[in-house]
């Protein structure tokens, strides 16, 4: 069974940084790409960036080019997002989703809402 578990979530003044983390099991690790979505209070769930476990590949939504570091720990079966300059529109749950290859990071972003393996989320709330 595949299970996700995201931490590090916290309160930040803008312009600060967290680091999110999302702990893997139940699978393969290299045979899964992990993405960061998050999901602002009104709005709808949205794609931070995704990452191929097997290969460190990644992929990045506009919002967090330049800002934000997505890595693979191999050897923790870990996902980060690394989350540099953050802003308060940043506020949002921050949830960690897997997808098996080779839908990966493509499935992922176009059919979000066919993504089956998802954690709990952690609150990220950015004060101004």
């Known amino acids: 069974e595949v299970q996700l578990v995201e931490s590090g979530g916290g309160l930040v003044q803008a312009g600060g940084s967290l680091r999110l983390s999302c702990a893997a099991s139940?699978?393969?690790?290299?045979?899964?790409?992990i993405g960061w979505f998050r999901q602002a209070p009104g709005k709808e769930r949205e794609g931070v960036s995704c990452i191929y476990n097997y290969d460190g590949h990644t992929v990045y939504q506009d919002s967090a080019k330049g800002r934000f570091t997505i890595s693979s720990d191999k050897a923790n079966d870990t996902v980060y997002l690394q989350m540099n300059s953050l802003k308060p529109e940043d506020t949002a749950v921050y949830y960690c989703?897997?997808?098996?290859?080779?839908?990966?990071?493509?499935?992922?972003?176009?059919?979000?809402?066919?993504?089956?393996?998802w954690g709990q989320g952690t609150q990220v709330t950015v004060s101004s």
């Open positions: 989703a897997a997808e098996a290859l080779p839908g990966g990071c493509i499935l992922m972003n176009e059919h979000t809402n066919a993504v089956s393996s």
């Open positions: 139940g699978f393969i690790f290299d045979d899964y790409a």
